[in-house]
């Protein structure tokens, strides 16, 4: 499977989230930031589909870009050897890390990821506030569903924080096998059910206490009805992966499938909203 690298020229982290935004409705698997730029990774086939609509938009908006080919292999272990611990503080404080980082410290939760290609190494900013968030709630026993898993950093972080059992679904065969690899480093392998493919692969009345869905906003929307469909009354939804201006969107969708609204919370211009089924 070979990959395109977009590197795209930003003024600085405000701009780069702009751009992530702008990308977010194309399948990009992953997000590297670089001082001065921004790099957007894709699978050559699926580039091939978007490039003019993609470039038109960049010129549009007036950011200077170039294209090129990678190797995924080669581009993984880039990734792997200047991965850097991610610490996101809170009531109960996390520690992401690689398999070569030290363990956290008592009274840390402790998540070992292999990032591979797949979003959701803790470096952005949805995926620190998302696990921010489930390390604050209730998460005793319950069963859950992380849409769009990636690494699978926020399953695991959820039975770390007392989920008793977790499925995990990702439409990409890489990030399926980056959250095998994560759930075995971490200890929760046999705790977790990993899915290849869409939320198709949640079957038809299968029952859930919690979804996580850090996405985008339009794949958010998409996905309420088979979301209020999962969950009883009491049910929660955290969703992330969209900016401010997006939450209107969100919620309208969510109030429309039978959720409330229960809490907003922001981090570098990103957001968090979490529901609760009627």
């Known amino acids: 499977m070979e990959y395109i690298e977009l590197n795209i020229s930003v003024a600085d982290s405000e701009q780069s989230e702009i751009v992530v935004a702008l990308l977010s409705d194309y399948p990009f698997e992953a997000f590297d930031e670089a001082e ?23 010129v549009e908006q007036g950011f200077r870009f170039a294209a090129l080919e990678v190797e995924q292999q080669n581009w993984n272990a880039e990734w792997e050897s200047g991965f850097e611990p991610v ?52 998460m005793g026993g319950k069963r859950g569903l992380d849409m769009g898993c990636g690494t699978g950093v926020l399953a695991i972080v959820a039975l770390k924080c007392g989920a008793e059992q977790m499925v995990a679904v990702d439409i990409d ?26 939320i198709e692969q949640v079957v038809a009345g299968e029952q859930f206490d919690f979804v996580l869905a850090n996405i985008n906003r339009n ?60």
Request: with cysteine.
């Open 36 to 58: 001065g730029e921004l790099r957007a990774y894709i699978q050559t086939a699926e580039w091939s589909q978007c490039q003019k609509w993609v470039e038109s938009m960049l």
């Open 87 to 138: 610490e996101v503080a809170g009531e109960r404080p996390i520690l992401i890390r690689a398999p070569h980082h030290a363990p956290a410290g008592e009274g840390v939760v402790d998540v070992v990821i292999a990032p591979r290609m797949s979003f959701g190494t803790g470096h952005h900013a949805t995926t620190a506030l998302m696990s921010q968030t489930i390390a604050s709630m209730g």
């Open 173 to 198: 065969d890489w990030a399926c096998d980056s959250c095998r690899d994560s759930i075995a480093l971490s200890g929760v392998a046999e705790l977790v059910d990993v899915r290849c493919g869409s």
């Open 219 to 278: 794949i958010l929307i998409s996905m309420m009805p088979s979301f209020a469909a999962a969950l009883p009354s009491g049910g929660e939804l955290l969703m992330s992966g969209f900016l401010r201006e997006d939450v209107v969107y969100i919620e309208a969708a969510a109030a429309e499938q039978g959720f409330a609204v229960e809490n907003i919370l922001e981090r570098e211009g990103w957001m968090v909203v979490v529901c609760k089924k009627l």
